[in-house]
Structure formats: C-alpha cells, structure tokens
C-alpha cells in the first residue's frame, strides 16, 4: 500500500538536504532565466559548486513565451555551437537567422546545468544580500510566497564566493547593492543606467561586453547586465543571452 506519509517524508527530507547543502557555495545565481542556466551549466560542469534561486513557479524567465506568445526563438550563428552543446534542436530561417522551440531550450538548458550538479531552487526570492568588506558574500533569500503575501517573515543567508545578478530587466540584486551599499557600482554613473527601448542588433552585441563585474563579487549578465550599464532591449532573439551565460562562467572560474 502506498502512504501518505512516506510520501510526505522523502519530498521533505530530500528537499532540506540540497537546501543544507546549499547554504554555503562556490556561486549564487539569482535567476534562472537563459543566461543564468547556461551561466550555471558551464561552472557546474567545472565541478563548481553552483546554487541557483528562481523566484517563480517555473525556469527560463522569458524564454518559454517566445515572441508574442508563439513559442519559437530566434538565434544568431555564433550562438549556435551553444545550442548544439545543449541538444537544442534549430533550423535555419535566413542567412545568419536560426529558429528554435523556446520550450525545448528551456527544458535542455534546465536538464544539462541540473545533470551537470548545479542545485536549483524554484520559488524562491532573493530579498537581500550579504556585504563584508565592501565586497558581496552570500545573498538573503525568502520564499516567493512569503513575498508575495507581503507577510513579516525574516529570511536566511546563504554564503557564497561570487554572486551572478541573472534577474533579468529588473536587474534585482544589483539594485539592492545600489540602494544599501555605501559603494558604488562599477558602470558610468556609479548607478544602475537604466534600460533602453528596443534595438536587436546593439543589444545583442552590448549584453556581451557588459557582461562583467558591476561591484565586488558581484557579476551581471543577460538581460540585467544591459539594464545595470544602459542597453537596449533585444526582444526574443536569444543568443546574446546564452553567450552572456557562457561568458560569465568563464569570467567567474578566473576570479575563483
């Protein structure tokens, strides 16, 4: 006979283990969109012990709706030998244009950065960092819920070596920086610049070179390094995103 209560017990004891395990990493990723996936793949499959925190129901961010709702996603060449990696399937539109199915992106980005050992976490928010020595060191997290309801729970901290801002347009965690440290951020202003309105081709190539540090330990990439440094949006062509998410692990496996 099946038991509720076995039941009950191996989704919870299984659960708070990755989650004991996780209190201290090598990398926090906030967000899980495609560039935080792929950031996440590539360091895990370098055996860095990498923990990523989604604060929604589902992975991809964007990515799953497509354009408009139409789930298919467009990619430029120099994106694809990232899709091959994945086992993303694709086919070519026009010269230089590639099309695939955002939900399979989602799906094998999700399977390869989970089979390569990162620990992922849905629903689940990111309130706060932790700061010592004017550097970043760990992140505050809640559950998503919790904020939602806008109920009066305090948070736990989790401690890590390096923290990837991957939250997307809203760039979160790098806001919080700007807001509560008493240091400044690394992009022309000392702020974060704010996005700018849509232009594929200059955000695609501008999502790459501000991929960076934006304040100790702490790195932005996809959609938030181009909203932290003053970048257009790109729409949903997708493969600046994945080449931030590649280009940030190689950046951070340098640092650690």
């Avoid at 919790?146 to 401690?159: E, G, T």
Wanted: some cysteine; glycine content about 10%; hydrophobic content about 45%.
């Amino acid at each position: 006979m099946i038991e509720e209560t076995i039941i009950s017990r191996a989704i919870i004891e299984s659960y708070l283990h990755d989650l004991l395990d996780s209190i201290e990493s090598d990398v926090i990723i906030g967000g899980g969109g495609p560039s935080g996936l792929c950031a996440s793949y590539y360091l895990a499959k370098q055996r860095h012990k990498v923990v990523l925190f989604e604060r929604a129901l589902k992975l991809g961010g964007g990515m799953p709706g497509g354009g408009i709702m139409f789930n298919r996603m467009v990619v430029q060449e120099s994106a694809c030998g990232i899709l091959d990696e994945m086992g993303i399937r694709y086919k070519a539109y026009k010269p230089g244009y590639f099309v695939a199915s955002s939900l399979e992106a989602t799906a094998a980005l999700t399977d390869k950065a989970l089979k390569a050992g990162a620990k992922i976490f849905n629903l689940i928010t990111i309130e706060d960092v932790v700061v010592r020595e004017r550097a970043v060191s760990g992140v505050v997290i809640n559950w998503s819920s919790v904020d939602m309801a806008k109920l009066h729970i305090d948070p736990i901290a989790c401690q890590s070596r390096v923290v990837i801002d991957a939250t997307g347009h809203p760039a979160e965690i790098t806001r919080i920086v700007e807001q509560k440290s008493a240091g400044t951020l690394n992009t022309p202003s000392g702020k974060i610049e704010g996005e700018k309105s849509m232009w594929a081709d200059a955000a695609e190539h501008f999502t790459v070179e501000n991929t960076k540090e934006v304040f100790p330990n702490l790195y932005v990439c996809g959609m938030a390094s181009n909203a932290v440094f003053g970048g257009p949006r790109m729409g949903p062509i997708f493969g600046g995103m994945l080449i931030s998410g590649r280009k940030v692990a190689e950046i951070v496996m340098k640092k650690i």
